[in-house]
């Protein structure tokens, strides 16, 4: 399956770009969030963040399906 | 007869010419009475069209004065305003845009003692501070004293806005419970940030201030709208109230340095003060930069130089650099947040014995009198 992966603020940073098509098996959030983090070198563990799918924030047991949209969001705080 | 004057009903013909808005809603705006925590980038383009739009009271918050590296984003101060009171010019400034509304100049820190007082003299909260500490107090004194909060921050070239406490809608603790650890929570002094993004999110922040007043369209209770500018895709998140996070009984202080403290593996914090008297000891000691180059460029520490990013995407080496891991070592940066991240980088992946951070960066450093090199 094919999903949509978005990327905020200093996840962007770490990931070096703000979205990507990833072709993987049916798992959730969780899973798919550790296996990322220990690929790319993400500083940031999942209790720092937040996750949305299809534009709804949900929480990290959530299965991803194919063609779902995900982002991830660490909370910013600058103004 | 109008409740408006002559003056106001010229001042507002765009405004009272619209359908949705008209006469009743231009009435709404001037008995409306907002505070805008921070005068910075948020709050600058946010006050302005506060301002113009006939806010009838404007309440300026800020204990900061304008710093020259402001001047890049934070459009309601200029050149000759460097080193002034950011809440007195601010408001000198409005009150030149709109003589018809009051503007209240409140050159003081927010904190837990004045905050619900203070927010129970306002009908809505606009939050343009720039840390996390500010923003959990903003939102439980909001959920307190029961007002509208219009949220907004950014990041490097990303920013986000929602509306909480909205007519029982969620709060800033439904998306966030919890304030991020403080080696996670980079704020903006340090991280770069694209001046005209805190124009945008600032504006929309007005945007939604005017609607909530108003009761125009609808405002984004329980949608976070996320936006970066680098490809102008926007992400439109709905949630929903938690009722266990957005629980507030008391407000609460949060002491990021002391939190790091308590934690027996983490860095420790040294003052300046003792880190001078350990220089003048004679003590064997090794400081490490770790700001950008440019920051260097200005002024320094004598020091060895590596960047955090190096240590955060691993690929520094402080042994190459001239470092030790034996000697005990006085990590700094402009204010003592990146300095802890990377001492605690320095002792958990490359295992220093014994590192401290410099409490208050080199701006402590400086205002203390001590030397500083310019190069």
New interface residues.
């Given amino acids: 399956m094919t999903i949509q992966l978005y990327y905020f603020a200093i996840l962007q940073d770490q990931r070096g770009l703000s979205e990507e098509q990833l072709e993987l098996e049916s798992q959730t959030a969780g899973d798919l969030y550790d296996k990322l983090k220990s690929l790319h070198g993400f500083t940031l563990s999942q209790d720092a963040l937040r996750l949305s799918v299809n534009q709804q924030f949900v929480g990290w047991d959530t299965v991803i399906h194919d063609g779902d949209e995900v982002v991830f969001i660490p909370p910013v705080s600058g103004g | 007869m109008s409740e408006l004057s002559h003056d106001e009903l010229e001042r507002y013909q765009r405004h009272l010419s619209l359908p949705q808005f008209g006469e009743a809603a231009q009435v709404k705006l001037k008995e409306a009475r907002v505070l805008v925590i ?1 005068a ?4 600058c383009p946010a006050l302005q069209y506060l301002a113009a739009a006939g806010v009838g009271t404007l309440g300026v918050m800020d204990f900061d004065t304008v710093d020259r590296s402001n001047l890049q984003r934070q459009i309601l101060f200029n050149e000759a305003d460097v080193g002034k009171i950011k809440a007195e010019v601010a408001a000198a400034r409005l009150r030149k845009m709109n003589p018809s509304i009051e503007v209240l100049s409140i050159a003081e820190r927010l904190n837990v003692e004045n905050a619900i007082e203070l927010f129970g003299n306002f009908d809505v909260i606009v ?6 500490i500010t ?1 959990y107090l903003v939102n439980d004194a909001c959920v307190l004293a029961e007002k509208p909060l219009i949220y ?5 070239f ?1 920013g ?1 806005v929602s509306v909480f406490n909205f007519k029982g809608g969620p709060t800033y603790r439904c ?2 419970a919890e304030p ?2 403080p080696k ?2 980079l ?2 002094s340090e ?1 770069g ?1 694209v001046g005209v993004l ?1 124009g945008l999110i600032g504006t929309l922040q007005a945007t939604e201030t005017i609607k909530v007043i108003t009761g125009v369209g609808e405002p984004l209770s329980g949608s ?1 709208l ?1 936006w ?1 500018v ?2 102008m ?1 926007q ?5 929903s109230r938690n009722p266990v996070a957005s629980a507030v009984t008391e407000l609460k202080e949060i002491d990021y340095a002391c939190e790091v403290e308590n934690e027996t593996s983490g860095p420790l914090e040294i003052e300046v003060a003792e880190f001078c008297d350990w220089i003048a000891d004679g003590r064997p000691l090794q400081v490490l930069d770790v700001r950008e180059d440019w920051e260097r460029a200005m002024a320094r520490i004598d020091s060895v130089h590596i960047p955090l990013g190096e240590f ?3 690929t520094a080496d402080p042994f190459s650099a001239g470092l030790k891991t034996d000697v005990p070592t006085v990590v700094y940066c402009a204010s003592g947040v990146r300095s802890l991240r990377a001492a605690d980088i320095l002792m958990n992946n490359h295992e220093f014995h014994s590192v401290w951070s410099l409490s208050g960066g080199i701006n402590a450093w400086a205002q203390s009198g001590e030397l500083v090199i310019f190069s």
Avoid at chain 2, 127 to 132: E, L, Q, V
């Fill in positions: 921070g910075g980038g948020l709050g939050d343009g501070s720039d840390n996390f923003r907004g921050a950014i990041y490097t990303q986000q998306l966030f991020p650890d996670d929570a704020s903006c991280i940030v805190p976070l996320m970066d680098l490809t895709k992400q439109m998140i709905r949630f955060v995407n691993g």
